[in-house]
């Protein structure tokens, strides 16, 4: 099989976005003085731990708030230098994105500041036998201030000596090759989430188990220009949802479609295997979708899902969204890539 190699003139439509988010951990080293001068054993066989100077609960929403900013570039991108590549046309989407959640971040920032120093004497008051040590190590709100931040930078890679991409360092050039390896990685990790949280042991579901899939459909068909075989899977995920009825809960045949497909995703090296074939035209998305179950009565046509995703591509069903699944193979143009 083809090795999961991406050619360096993929950076040409990639751009990496770098999270540098501060927060503040609320710690200060503990010290021997902390523990009225105990005898303790030296510092090269053992060292101390640290101490809160206040609630780590009323840090939480920072964190809370960087998780979302990762998960957003998760969503649409790959890990790379670290930060996230992501496709240049979805530039304008997380920008907005990150700008709401830099407004949250900020407004949540000044709330903590206007209380730190409530939130301090809460904190002695809830450990009173240890005020002492609590109240000799507090910062000052300026500090705290310096200690909180959340920024973002964009920027692109390009090759030295005029893009030639030989003149890439050789570590790069590996990371670069290595993002479909990544990208096919990622779903993989997506789709045993998937499986855990909504297909596993199930019987029945509800279209908000569609939801995950989605998300692995929208990302994959984002990057299909890094890798060849990135595009089969596209629409290996969206022909299976063509098999799924218009609305009610989702059980029986169509079911253990969905349970099959989650499974070969979750298998970089099998799920390689198979787009491979379906790229070489030795198979094609509903054949190999109804031989995860082995039922070729299965019509994926009878469920008029496909017509009406087509015709109510902006709609919902059941309060639930739905997306509208490529009537056909998805024709990427390599433009040189492969």
């Not at 979805?90 to 971040?105: G, H, P, R, S, T």
């Not at 730190?116 to 002492?132: C, K």
């Not at 569609?210 to 299909?224: A, R, W």
């Not at 787009?275 to 031989?291: I, V």
Request: aromatic share 8%; proline share 6%.
């Amino acid at each position: 099989m083809t090795p999961v190699i991406t050619d360096v003139n993929v950076l040409s439509r990639l751009v990496v976005v770098q999270l540098d988010t501060r927060i503040w951990s609320a710690r200060k080293k503990l010290t021997p003085l902390d523990l009225g001068g105990a005898d303790l054993p030296p510092e090269d066989l053992a060292s101390l731990g640290s101490k809160r100077i206040c609630n780590p609960e009323d840090l939480k929403s920072f964190s809370t708030l960087k998780a979302r900013a990762v998960t957003l570039l998760e969503k649409h991108g790959i890990r790379f230098l670290s930060g996230f590549a992501v496709p240049e046309d979805k530039l304008d989407d997380i920008n907005v994105e990150l700008e709401a959640i830099q407004l949250e971040f900020d407004r949540s920032k000044e709330d903590f500041l206007q209380r730190y120093d409530q939130s301090v004497q809460e904190w002695i008051s809830r450990h009173p036998q240890w005020s002492g040590i609590i109240a000799n190590s507090t910062v000052s709100e300026s500090h705290v201030r310096s200690k909180l931040g959340f920024r973002w930078q964009m920027f692109r890679v390009i090759t030295p000596k005029h893009g030639a991409p030989d003149s890439m360092p050789g570590s790069l050039c590996e990371d670069v090759g290595n993002l479909g390896a990544a990208l096919f990685d990622e779903t993989a990790k997506a789709a045993a989430d998937t499986w855990k949280n909504c297909y596993m042991g199930k019987t029945e579901i509800t279209r908000k188990a569609l939801s995950p899939l989605k998300s692995i459909y929208e990302k994959l068909m984002g990057l299909t220009f890094v890798e060849p075989r990135v595009a089969p899977v596209a629409e290996l995920i969206a022909t299976s949802f063509t098999y799924v009825p218009k609305r009610g809960p989702i059980n029986g045949g169509v079911l253990l479609i969905l349970q099959g497909l989650v499974s070969l995703l979750r298998n970089p090296a099998e799920l390689l295997e198979h787009a491979q074939k379906m790229l070489e035209g030795k198979a094609q998305s509903w054949n190999l979708l109804e031989g995860l179950i082995n039922n070729p009565n299965l019509d994926p046509q009878s469920t008029g899902l496909h017509e009406e995703l087509q015709d109510d591509a902006q709609g919902e069903y059941d309060g639930e969204p739905v997306f509208a699944a490529p009537a056909s193979f998805p024709v990427i143009e390599n433009q040189g890539l492969w």
